[in-house]
């Protein structure tokens, strides 16, 4: 079995005869190409739809697509920019539509992709477990980050992968297990060390002050300079802190990608912006992941993972 089709049989669970839509634009047409083929393969009724390249700002696809995507039974969105966090994706879900988001995908992530999906499922709800009694969560690096934020009563989200009931969204790579936090209750300072969403690869951290919740100041040289702007373009909700979530995928390994690197086990990541579909209220233009190495993460007062690798 290839790369791809352990992807559909086993992440997706593609059956012949269901509707596949792949949504993609002109910088992913080739892995597109790939899941279009596989899919042929497995007896699936595939479509596929090029968009053009979207700004972070402007992630939500044309209505034309929008309504096709509510209508299939699987969506793959093979893009540059994540539709993850859009109204499309939360209006499909609605309807049943199982939907794979790959944003910023390259043939680099390829590793993170061929991996045991059920050996992974079973690790990521392992760790939900003693995640959901958790009520407040710190997290500490070497270089400096020292955050605390309440979890309060919600749910606890696992990206495995598995695509197995109708409204089920996953990103491929998968592997991560996190939260919206309550919006208003984060304090401290986070120290971005690998890579930003619409910044990419860090050469010298960045430094981000929040306070309720929201940033209130960014440190660093051109790496921050980058992400203040992209907040900047985006409003004030831009700046919310909306996502704590720690990567499980021991076959994804730092490559300067966030899709790929936030899932990597040992790693770490706080997004700002939108969590509407992830269980929060921030409603946003943006959603913008950062990625930490090697955190140590208390929940409540107990140490659950020590210089990234957990000790539970």
């Known amino acids: 079995m290839n790369l791809i089709e352990n992807i559909l049989k086993n992440s997706v669970l593609l059956k012949p005869g269901e509707n596949v839509l792949i949504v993609f634009d002109e910088e992913k047409e080739d892995i597109a190409s790939l899941f279009f083929k596989s899919c042929e393969k497995l007896g699936a009724e595939v479509y596929s739809s090029k968009i053009k390249v979207r700004k972070e700002t402007e992630r939500e696809p044309p209505l034309a697509i929008k309504e096709a995507m509510k209508f299939s039974d699987v969506v793959l969105a093979i893009t540059s920019i994540s539709l993850t966090h859009t109204k499309a994706v939360r209006e499909a879900r609605k309807y049943g539509a199982r939907i794979a988001t790959m944003p910023g995908i390259n043939k680099r992530m390829f590793p993170a992709l061929n991996l045991n999906y059920k050996k992974l499922s079973e690790e990521c709800k392992k760790f939900a477990k003693i995640f959901e009694k958790a009520k407040i969560i710190k997290i500490k690096t070497k270089l400096g980050s020292n955050v605390i934020l309440k979890k309060g ?10 695509l197995d009931k109708p409204g089920s969204l996953h990103n491929l790579p998968a592997g991560e297990v996190g939260i919206a936090p309550l919006e208003n209750s984060s ?5 971005f060390d690998t890579c930003v969403v619409g910044v990419g690869k860090i050469k010298t951290p960045i430094e981000v002050d929040v306070r309720k919740g929201k940033i209130v100041k960014i440190f ?10 992209i907040l900047r373009k985006a409003g004030k909700n831009s700046k919310v802190l909306c996502e704590f979530s720690v990567g499980m995928n021991r076959k994804a390994k730092i490559i300067g990608n966030v899709l790929n690197d936030e899932k990597a ?3 770490c990541h706080f997004a700002f912006g ?3 579909s992830i269980g929060g209220k921030n409603e946003s233009k943006v959603h913008i992941d950062g990625v930490l190495k090697s955190p140590d993460i208390w929940f409540d007062d107990k140490l659950i993972m020590k210089n990234g690798r957990l000790v539970i």
């Open 153 to 162: 009563k919600r749910k606890v989200q696992v990206d495995d992968g598995i």
């Open 187 to 191: 304090y401290g300072k986070i120290v």
């Open 220 to 229: 660093g040289r051109e790496e921050a300079k980058k992400l203040k702007e």
């Open 265 to 267: 086990y040992g790693t």
């Open 274 to 276: 939108n969590n509407k």
